[in-house]
């Protein structure tokens, strides 16, 4: 019998693909506004996809001194083809200069990353990767390894504030105010949250930076999903120095769940020598979020080595999915 057919199509715009009935769908692969610098598939003697993904190098994160290359908007039928297609794009890599392939990553940390690990069986909440059971084992078969860890947590309201008030009264009298973000002012806010992002998040596990109109690009999309209560932004003679973005789990919602609060995003510049800041913002939206109904937040996504992580202890969390990373010598 004909092996399948592995092929390499420079680029980031799609090639006309036909699936089979048990691939999952081409929303799995990653879009063109993404710019992969190319896309693999594995067809079968029909001419059909029974395998994708798309790889980027020329402009990734530093691993150490080396720029990875990354395996993004992956989908298989089964585990021979999963590691056709995985050994394929290592090849592939390793032609371009790659000397470590790391996935599954649209291109860097902002975009699509990570495979869900272990999991509670609790279901999906919004903003959430999530992919098939079977794709780790899949990964690992090919030679993948994870190469970081991450998790999201479970934290029931009390309407207790863990911040001791000494801290409080201290940041309050630094001149620290926050507020909540302005609907009216949504790209200038949006402007302010990415500028300390940037601060923030450079010392990140996969760091890279993004272009300012990139990043608005992305929160306009779910500007009509933002309630602007559950973005609290701190600022000293006004200027932005931190921030907490929180979002109802509407997927929840969708399914007839009660929703969470799902704490996204917590940043603090660390020039802005706010001590406890983290924390304090973390209070602020678990308040609000208390006192208009909700009884659960969701802090979402936290690297294995995120500082952040500690809050999360303070506040009871329970651990409910794991994702990670993988990542493969080439």
Not at 284 to 291: A, M, P, Q, S
Request: aromatic share 8%.
């Amino acid at each position: 019998m004909k092996p399948p057919a592995f092929h390499c199509q420079e680029g980031s715009a799609c090639p006309e693909l036909r699936m089979v009935g048990d691939l999952p769908t081409p929303d799995s692969m990653a879009p063109p506004a993404e710019y992969p610098d190319a896309r693999v598939f594995l067809t079968n003697t029909a001419g059909l996809v029974i395998a994708h993904a798309a790889l980027w190098w020329k402009e990734t994160p530093l691993l150490g001194d080396e720029h990875i290359g990354a395996i993004g908007g992956f989908a298989a039928c089964d585990a021979r083809s999963a590691r056709r297609l995985l050994d394929g794009a290592a090849r592939h890599l390793r032609a371009a200069g790659c000397r470590i392939a790391v996935g599954p990553m649209n291109g860097n940390t902002w975009r699509r990353h990570r495979f869900v690990v272990e999991s509670d069986g609790r279901g999906p909440f919004m903003l959430e990767p999530r992919n098939p059971p079977e794709y780790p084992c899949w990964w690992r078969q090919a030679g993948f390894t994870e190469l970081s860890r991450y998790s999201s947590s479970s934290i029931r309201f009390d309407g207790n504030p863990t911040v001791a008030h000494g801290l409080r009264e201290r940041l309050v009298r630094s001149g620290l105010v926050i507020r909540e973000m302005d609907p009216c002012r949504y790209d200038d806010e949006l402007r302010a949250i990415h500028a300390i992002s940037l601060q923030s998040f450079v010392a990140n596990f996969l760091y890279t930076s993004l272009e300012e109109e990139a990043f608005l690009d992305a929160y306009r999309m779910v500007r009509d999903r933002v309630d602007p209560c559950f973005v609290r932004i701190a600022e000293r003679a006004g200027t932005a120095c931190g921030f907490v973005f929180a979002i109802r789990d509407l997927e929840a919602e969708s399914r007839g769940g009660v929703p969470a609060l799902i704490v996204k995003t917590l940043a603090v510049d660390p020039s802005s020598r706010c001590a406890g800041l983290g924390s304090l913002l973390v209070d602020e939206v678990h308040r609000i979020g208390w006192e208009t109904g909700y009884t659960e937040a969701i802090h979402a996504l936290q690297h294995e080595t995120n500082t952040s992580l500690k809050i999360t202890g303070r506040h009871q969390g329970g651990i409910f999915r794991r994702y990670a990373l993988f990542s493969k010598p080439l």
